[in-house]
């Protein structure tokens, strides 16, 4: 089904800093129908990340591969992440984790600790259909980005202002598609601005997407996504199934020179509708030894180790001072390599940049 749009120019709303003409809108209203279609599926997807121009740095990711499976039945979900990583001086590492929510509780398997939420958190694992060619982790569906952008974290400083109006409509790589435009300014200047083309007939689904920064070229963008082609899950619901994106050195950006610099693809690998039993969303794979935390109102209110026999709960006292230290340790490790497999979102859209998350 295909919802028509209002084609004027009339202000919607500009509150906040924001504003939103009526036919972007109409196309978000549209896009954020579509969302809600995705609540049963289960999909394995491969990422490749490489970095064209490396630092000499050890520490610097210059490949990486990532094959995910999400799977979403209704509110539940599984997530079973795998990352094989090779370093600038050749070093291969192996990472992986697992996350599920069965509605109620949510548990996240990492490497040397388990945690579990008693009550829902916030789930940064979901797979977003529409968010595949977000230069930057979205949090939240595409809509709600579009529409409101203070809630990712968008510095709330009155010097910004931020729009959304509708471009045109466009056939670009064959699909019918809606462009809108968004723009960031500061003390009435354009600093950023994203063209987003959405598909009107594959779910308002992305099809192209381009980020410009006003600070290194006004006429090429420094981020450039596309879907190059897609895949139908059921009537109606479709899911990208390869995508590309391209980012540009912003030094040489500024001379003029077009040099590409980091590289990313996704590509689909499996797609089917799912059914799975309310225990598929209860476990997740555990390391051999780990820590267990256990989370209450974002507090640990229980600790335990699980190793061998000789290794019996946590007390309260060092023993639990130390398990909190190894956990900080390593989801400070775990984050210091996540930022750093992420150096391309910086070039995308520089950090100073409200509208990105890093």
Same mark, same amino acid.
């Given at each position: 089904?295909?919802?028509?749009?209002?084609?004027?120019?009339?202000?919607?709303?500009?509150?906040?800093?924001?504003?939103?003409?009526?036919?972007?809108?109409?196309?978000?209203?549209?896009?954020?129908?579509?969302?809600?279609?995705?609540?049963?599926?289960?999909?394995?997807?491969?990422?490749?990340?490489? @970095?064209? #121009?490396?630092?000499?740095?050890?520490?610097? %990711? $210059? /490949?990486?591969? *990532?094959?995910?499976?999400?799977?979403? &039945?209704?509110?539940?979900?599984?997530?079973?992440?795998?990352?094989?990583?090779?370093?600038?001086?050749?070093?291969?590492?192996?990472?992986?984790?697992?996350?599920?929510?069965?509605?109620?509780?949510?548990?996240?398997?990492?490497?040397?600790?388990?945690?579990?939420?008693?009550?829902?958190?916030?789930?940064?694992?979901?797979?977003?259909?529409?968010?595949?060619?977000?230069?930057?982790?979205?949090?939240?569906?595409?809509?709600?980005?579009?529409?409101?952008?203070?809630?990712?974290?968008?510095?709330?400083?009155?010097?910004? @202002?931020? #729009?959304?109006?509708?471009?045109?409509?466009? %056939? $670009? /790589?064959?699909? *019918?598609?809606?462009?809108?435009?968004? &723009?960031?300014?500061?003390?009435?200047?354009?600093?950023?601005?994203?063209?987003?083309?959405?598909?009107?007939?594959?779910?308002?689904?992305?099809?192209?997407?381009?980020?410009?920064?006003?600070?290194?070229?006004?006429?090429?963008?420094?981020?450039?996504?596309?879907?190059?082609?897609?895949?139908?899950?059921?009537?109606?619901?479709?899911?990208?199934?390869?995508?590309?994106?391209?980012?540009?050195?912003?030094?040489?950006?500024?001379?003029?020179?077009?040099?590409?610099?980091?590289?990313?693809?996704?590509?689909?690998?499996?797609?089917? #509708?799912?059914?799975?039993?309310?225990?598929?969303?209860?476990?997740?794979?555990?390391?051999?030894?780990?820590?267990?935390?256990?989370?209450?109102?974002?507090?640990?209110?229980?600790?335990?180790?699980?190793?061998?026999?000789?290794?019996?709960?946590?007390?309260?006292?060092?023993?639990?001072?130390?398990?909190?230290?190894?956990?900080?340790?390593?989801?400070?490790?775990?984050?210091?390599?996540?930022?750093?497999?992420?150096?391309?979102?910086?070039?995308?859209?520089?950090?100073?940049?409200?509208?990105?998350?890093?």
């Amino acid at each position: 089904m295909v919802y028509h749009l209002i084609l004027s120019t009339a202000v919607l709303s500009s509150a906040g800093g924001v504003v939103v003409d009526e036919a972007a809108h109409e196309s978000i209203e549209n896009l954020s129908i579509y969302e809600r279609f995705y609540t049963d599926f289960d999909i394995s997807y491969t990422r490749v990340y490489r @970095d064209l #121009s490396p630092l000499p740095d050890p520490f610097v %990711i $210059v /490949e990486s591969k *990532d094959e995910d499976r999400f799977v979403q &039945q209704g509110n539940k979900y599984h997530f079973e992440h795998k990352s094989i990583r090779k370093g600038y001086n050749g070093v291969v590492t192996d990472y992986e984790y697992y996350t599920a929510f069965d509605g109620k509780t949510t548990k996240i398997s990492a490497p040397g600790h388990v945690n579990v939420h008693e009550d829902p958190v916030a789930d940064m694992y979901r797979f977003r259909a529409h968010n595949v060619l977000c230069p930057t982790p979205r949090l939240v569906a595409l809509s709600e980005w579009l529409i409101d952008p203070a809630i990712t974290r968008r510095t709330k400083n009155p010097e910004y @202002d931020y #729009s959304v109006s509708f471009g045109a409509r466009e %056939i $670009v /790589e064959g699909e *019918d598609c809606v462009k809108l435009i968004v &723009q960031y300014r500061r003390k009435k200047k354009i600093r950023t601005s994203y063209e987003v083309w959405l598909s009107v007939h594959k779910s308002y689904l992305p099809v192209q997407m381009k980020c410009f920064e006003a600070s290194t070229s006004e006429t090429h963008p420094q981020y450039v996504a596309v879907v190059k082609e897609f895949q139908e899950l059921s009537d109606g619901v479709w899911f990208p199934k390869f995508a590309e994106s391209k980012s540009y050195d912003r030094v040489l950006l500024r001379k003029g020179v077009l040099k590409e610099k980091l590289y990313e693809s996704f590509t689909l690998n499996s797609l089917t #509708s799912t059914s799975h039993p309310d225990s598929f969303f209860r476990t997740i794979k555990t390391p051999p030894q780990y820590i267990e935390y256990i989370f209450k109102n974002g507090k640990i209110i229980k600790s335990q180790v699980h190793a061998d026999q000789n290794t019996g709960p946590l007390k309260s006292g060092p023993g639990l001072m130390v398990a909190a230290i190894a956990c900080t340790t390593i989801v400070i490790l775990y984050f210091g390599i996540y930022r750093r497999n992420t150096r391309h979102i910086k070039d995308a859209c520089s950090a100073d940049k409200p509208m990105c998350i890093i």
